[in-house]
Each structure stands twice: as C-alpha cells, then as structure tokens.
C-alpha cells in the first residue's frame, strides 16, 4: 500500500519507520499557502488551525498518489480525538478512497491497538520490527539534540542562514539511515558539520534565551508557525521549544517510568495554575513556562492555534504567570490570517522589552 502520514517537524523520522517496514512511502510536500487553503476550504468553519492544514496535507498526499493514512490520535477533552474520523468523512464526501490508520492511547484498546500494528507492520518479523523502532527512535534523539543545538547556534551566527542551511543537509543526510550505527554516524557528523559554522562571541549576560511553548502541532511545525525559531534567532535569541518529538515518544509511547519523568515533572509544574488535564498541551504549556522562568529565561512565546480550546484556557492564565514569576509572555494566535509582518513587528517589540529588562537587572 502506498502510505503517507501528517507532514509535522521532522518528517525524516516517520517516512523512516514506513519505509524500514517495506512501505512505498509518499511524502506530504512540506505545507505552502496552497496547503492552508485547500484546508480551510474543506474544513468546517470553527474547527482547530491544526486540524485544517493536516487535511490539506492529506489531500496534498493523496494527490500524489497517497491510499493510506497513518496518524496518531488524541485523548482527553480536545478535538484531536476526533481528528481521524473528521478527516477520513471529509476526505470521502470529497470522493477519496482512503484508508486512516489512527494509533490512539493503546491502553484504551488493547486489540484494536494489536490489529492496526499487524497492519503497519506489513508481514515483517518481529525481529525487523524492533530494530526499525530502535533506528528511529535513535534517530528521534538524534535529530532533536541537533536542532536545539541550532535553537542556541543560530543568535550568533556570523553569515545569515548558515545554520538553517546546515540543518536542511543534516536532515537530508538522515534519509540514507538504514541501521542504529548510520544514526550514530551521521550524528557525528552533523556536530562536526555544525562545529564549523562561524559565531560571533557573546558573553553570558549578553545572552537573551526565549522558550516556546503552546499547542504541539504550531510549535513544532516551522512553516506554519511562520518560521518562529528562524525569526527569534534572526532577532538574536537563543530558542527551545517545549515540545520535541522524541519526548513526546518517551512520554505518549516508550514503556517505563523513567521515559515519563520529564513530562511528570512539567505537569507537576503546572498543577498550581491548572489542576485537570483539560487537553492539548495546555498543562504543560503553563508547567513550561513555570519551567522556563525558574531557569532563567529571559521571555516566552505562546502559540496558540485558532479556536483552540485549551490553549485559550491557558492564556487566560499567562498573565497571572507572568506576574509571579516576573517573565514577559507573548501569545501569538496562529491561523490563516496571520501575516509574517505582523509577527515580525510584535516580536521585535518583544525582544526590545525583554533586551531593556535584562540591561535593568543587571545595572
Ligand atoms: S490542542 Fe487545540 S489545536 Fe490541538 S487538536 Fe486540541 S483543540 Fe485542536
């Protein structure tokens, strides 16, 4: 069958699970404009931002000649739980013949879980299995160790867009990966790569470090969230973004309570300002930002997705943060409508602020 899958981050490493397990594997081109469009088109009115660009993905993928779907679901009191059944009435009212495989929490469906792991599998040992989940789940670190490392390089990066262009190879470098000692390989060579790029110097209190959290899927995927790390880098911000893809496997996937630990810890973070799972990130959205201000960080950007309800809840909350912990929070709403000036000018507001509040503290 010819399987594709939500375009979101590092691609690299799902069309590497598919691939390693004998898909013929379509790639969803990374989304455009035309992507957002054909989303919004096709979507119902209030639904979620994310939701819409991932159909728009979909038809994208189908388009190239896509027949299978394999996504995650969602749990808890958010619409990502419906995504799956959403998508799958949408696409078919638009007369497409697909097939959604959804991997929800497996706990809640042991056997339903079995049959659709039996499908992905595709008739391969077990053996092959195991070690293709060991490849990418490496991969996954690997990729992740890298790109906060870019989060930090590119604030002082001497030639404009050495780091993003390296980050561009490195990616494509992970496609070759065939076993655990590839990812290693490459790993190695991407820091070497990385070694090379030149920085300017900049002292410890010059240095100005912003967190980014929010909803998962504007967080991780730079070209809906207008390239928000390229921009604050560009600004002269050291950036990481609270969520990554490997530690979402170790916190939704990998057994063992070690694996969660992080996640635990960022939850319990939060519970002062939100005590129930109410959905999406919104809990750890408000746990990182507790997390980022006890660090030191010196500002947080909050995305939050049109007609998201739960990080609605958590805004609402940020200015109580904020004036806790003395941390300056900007939210930026992310939908069809939002213009790359118009966030461009709001963050260099931002960075003003949190450059003037550093330069007071330290006088
Ligand atoms: S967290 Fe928000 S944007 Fe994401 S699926 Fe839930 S409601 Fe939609």
């Known amino acids: 069958m010819k399987v594709s899958f939500p375009y ?15 898909h013929e594997v ?8 035309r992507t957002i469009d054909l989303g919004v088109k096709y979507s119902p009115e209030f639904a979620c931002f994310p939701l819409k660009v991932v159909l728009g993905s979909y038809i994208e993928a189908l388009e190239i000649g896509a027949e299978t779907l394999v996504t995650s679901g969602g749990h808890g009191p958010c619409r990502a739980g419906f ?16 097939d959604i495989i959804v991997f929800d929490g ?3 469906d042991i056997m339903g879980t079995i049959k659709k792991v039996l499908r992905v599998k595709n008739g391969k040992p077990w053996r092959t299995v195991w070690k293709a989940i060991k490849t990418v789940y490496a991969m996954a670190k690997a ?4 790109e906060k490392r870019i989060g930090q390089m590119r604030a002082y990066e001497i030639h404009r867009g050495d780091c993003t262009k390296a ?14 000692e590839d990812v290693e390989r490459i790993e190695k060579e991407s820091h070497i790569l990385l070694d090379e790029i030149a920085l300017r110097d900049v002292p410890d209190s010059d240095r100005l470090r912003i967190g980014i959290v929010g909803e998962i899927y504007v967080v991780m995927e730079q070209s809906i969230n207008l390239r928000i790390e390229e921009t604050l880098g560009s600004l002269g911000a050291e950036v990481e973004r609270s969520q990554y893809i490997s530690e979402w496997i170790d916190f939704n996937l990998k057994p063992g309570a070690s694996a969660k630990e992080h996640e635990l810890y960022i939850l319990k973070k939060g519970e002062k300002y939100i005590q129930e799972i109410i959905g999406g990130h919104a809990k750890q959205t408000v746990g990182h930002i507790v997390d980022y201000a006890e660090r030191g960080f010196d500002g947080v950007v909050h995305l939050m997705p049109f007609a998201c309800l739960p990080e609605l809840v ?6 109580t943060i904020s004036k806790d912990y003395n941390i300056p929070v900007i939210t930026l709403p992310i939908d069809e409508q939002t213009g790359a000036a118009n966030v461009l000018t709001r963050l260099e507001a931002f960075m003003d602020l949190i450059r003037n509040n550093k330069k007071t503290k330290t006088a």
Request: hydrophobic fraction near 30%; glycine fraction near 8%.
């Open 8 to 22: 979101m981050g590092t691609t690299v490493i799902y069309k590497k699970l598919l691939e390693l397990l004998g």
């Open 167 to 180: 980050w561009q190879k490195i990616k494509k470098s992970f496609d070759d990966v065939k076993t655990i």
């Open 83 to 98: 995504y799956g059944e959403t998508h799958k009435k949408i696409l078919e009212n638009m007369g497409y013949d697909v």
């Open 314 to 319: 958590s805004q609402s909350i940020i200015p």
């Open 143 to 146: 990729l992740d160790g890298i």
């Open 26 to 33: 379509i790639e969803p081109p990374e989304p455009t404009q």
């Open 106 to 108: 497996y706990k809640r």
